[in-house]
């Protein structure tokens, strides 16, 4: 079974990292995950967070040029 492609809801700088909301295909749930700490988030392939994932996930695809405007936005 291949992974679903989800975009992200909403990205972030948080304290350590990127982190990256998404709404699950999965679960309909808002899940977090993640996206590094360099210079932009990263995407890619996350293990689900719902209650019952069954070990499901899905690819994370970030829009590079959004994700910088979203850090500056959030650090001002
Ligand atoms: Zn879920």
């Keep these: 079974m291949t ?7 909403a990205v972030r700088r ?5 982190i990256i909301e998404i ?3 999965h679960c309909g749930h ?3 995950h993640g996206g590094g700490n360099g210079l932009v988030a990263r ?3 996350r293990v689900a967070h719902c209650r019952n994932s069954h070990g499901r996930g899905y ?3 970030l829009d590079g040029d959004k994700s910088v405007e979203v850090q500056y936005d959030d650090l001002c």
């Design 3 to 9: 992974d679903q492609i989800v975009t992200a809801h």
């Design 23 to 25: 709404i699950c295909p």
């Design 59 to 61: 690819f994370i695809d």
């Design 43 to 45: 995407g890619g392939h």
């Design 14 to 18: 948080g304290r350590e990292c990127w």
């Design 30 to 32: 808002c899940h977090q």
